[in-house]
């Protein structure tokens, strides 16, 4: 609330309501129908501190003041407003604890006189008069609220002015807050005086042609095998011994061992081996040495017991394998499946021969010819620092062109760009998805010696709230508490 403004006693205690109401009411009907115990949901703790939506609590309270805030810039409140006031609330209040843990373990205490200067405006009267009548009026559970709240406020408020200012300043320092020195300011112009700018070539991954899958898996063709099966997975070595001795012995069938015994890890309902490929199940083996004994069985053969990923399995060989149908749509989306996930290398060799081809050409030509002719999208990437992450007091790199997607935080994009001599190309380098080739075009420097300070608060903020919300002290359970109890 914000100081000069003017409340009655009742108005004050409306005030006090409505904080609590204002998300509540239109949030609370989806928790009412699944907890019906009437308790608020905790949705974490931080340093062992619950953080509850209940009134009267902080978290409400800046559920609360976001709300207000949102209201008064207009913003409509449907399901994705809400979630957003909540998630900031969360983080606001994850941040109060953190700063007033910090504060009490120096031995700061509030004095009372700040406290009574932050909670008399609000018992003003009509003319803006501190009220002895509308403060004695007031019930004490109003009075001890104002009185916690203020405090805490204020507890909170001690850390984040110390270390990151506020809006006071004597002529034009701040009275509270870690200072940039000039000396800072000239370094952080420095960081940001060399920039380059560059072309880029990308080919992507993804493009990789059906021909050359075809010829991997015409050349590697007994992965692509498919076997019927029926598995039996265990998870004791005993028991697997077990069940083998009494299908041998002929006392239970395998079909019925299956029903009986089986975790079915690696099977459907009835048994039968769900990743049937002689790679998928070359995957699932302990030891690969086994996968002979496994596709070597014969038509309704049973084998040993097979070590397997998730303990001890039994097949039973159905039928004879499948040979691959190259021709099949399946079998071709099969291969490149394998390849993506199994032989990427494979990918990359056949992309970074081509990026080669490209920078010979290139070199013979020009850079966007050459790209047009290879097949890779060619993008110009505007002067920048060397600024990993793309932090705010520097200028930032724009990843928007094909393939940039996160290259500010890419140590292998960032050690080529700025290892280049101008107007040289880059050796073909993995980027995401993507083969690259860099050429360094645009030799930059920035003459801006004037840094904005206020980037180094933002800067300052974001850290610190980056390394309070992934502390080991925070208990994070925002997303589920929220769409388990808040959601319809």
Do not use: W
């Not at 299908?247 to 029903?259: C, G, L, P």
């Amino acid at each position: 609330m914000k100081k000069n403004t003017v409340y009655t006693l009742g108005s004050l205690i409306i005030l006090l309501i409505c904080a609590f109401c204002f998300v509540v009411l239109p949030a609370v009907e989806g928790r009412t129908s699944r907890n019906q115990g009437g308790d608020a949901p905790v949705f974490g703790k931080y340093n062992g501190k619950e953080i509850k939506y209940e009134q009267g609590s902080e978290f409400a309270n800046f559920v609360s003041q976001f709300g207000q805030m949102y209201q008064m810039y207009g913003q409509q409140l449907d399901q994705t407003t809400y979630y957003q006031i909540f998630n900031q609330a969360f983080t606001s209040t994850v941040m109060n604890y953190a700063f007033s843990d910090e504060v009490k373990k120096s031995g700061y205490k509030v004095p009372k006189s700040a406290i009574t200067r932050q909670i008399l405006p609000y018992f003003q009267d009509a003319d803006g008069n501190y009220s002895s009548k509308l403060y004695k009026q007031a019930s004490d559970s109003i009075k001890q609220e104002l009185h916690e709240s203020a405090e805490s406020n204020l507890t909170a408020n001690r850390f984040s002015e110390d270390y990151f200012t506020t809006e006071d300043r004597l002529y034009l320092t701040p009275l509270y807050g870690l200072k940039t020195s000039e000396a800072e300011k000239a370094f952080i112009a420095k960081m940001n005086k060399e920039q380059r700018g560059f072309k880029v070539a990308v080919f992507q991954k993804s493009d990789y042609p059906l021909e050359e899958k075809l010829k991997f898996g015409k050349e590697n063709a007994a992965k692509f095998n498919n076997y019927d099966m029926m598995v039996i997975t265990v998870e004791d070595k005993a028991n697997a011994e077990t069940i083998a001795k009494r299908i041998s012995n002929n006392e239970i069938t395998f079909e019925d061992a299956v029903s009986e015994y089986s975790d079915k890890n690696y099977s459907n309902s009835e048994g039968k081996l769900t990743n049937s490929y002689q790679y998928q199940i070359e995957n699932i083996l302990e030891n690969k040495e086994d996968l002979a004994a496994v596709t070597g069985l014969a038509v309704n053969a049973v084998s040993g017991i097979i070590q397997t990923k998730n303990g001890y399995s039994i097949f039973k060989n159905n039928a004879e394998y499948t040979k691959p149908d190259f021709d099949s749509e399946t079998i071709q989306r099969t291969i490149t499946s394998y390849i993506s996930a199994y032989e990427s290398t494979v990918i990359e060799d056949y992309f970074t021969s081509k990026a080669k081809e490209f920078i010979a050409e290139a070199k013979k030509t020009d850079f966007n010819s050459a790209a047009e002719k290879f097949g890779a999208k060619a993008s110009e990437i505007a002067p920048f620092p060397l600024n990993y992450g793309n932090i705010d007091v520097l200028n930032k790199i724009d990843t928007s062109a094909d393939g940039l997607a996160n290259a500010e935080k890419n140590e292998n994009f960032l050690n080529t760009a700025f290892s280049l001599k101008l107007n040289e190309m880059s050796e073909p380098f993995v980027l995401n998805s993507n083969i690259a080739v860099l050429q360094y075009t645009t030799e930059g420097s920035s003459d801006d010696d004037d840094v904005n300070t206020n980037l180094f608060l933002t800067y300052d903020r974001n850290a610190a709230t980056d390394i309070v919300m992934n502390s080991d002290k925070l208990e994070n359970n925002f997303l589920s508490v929220y769409f388990d109890n808040y959601m319809r």
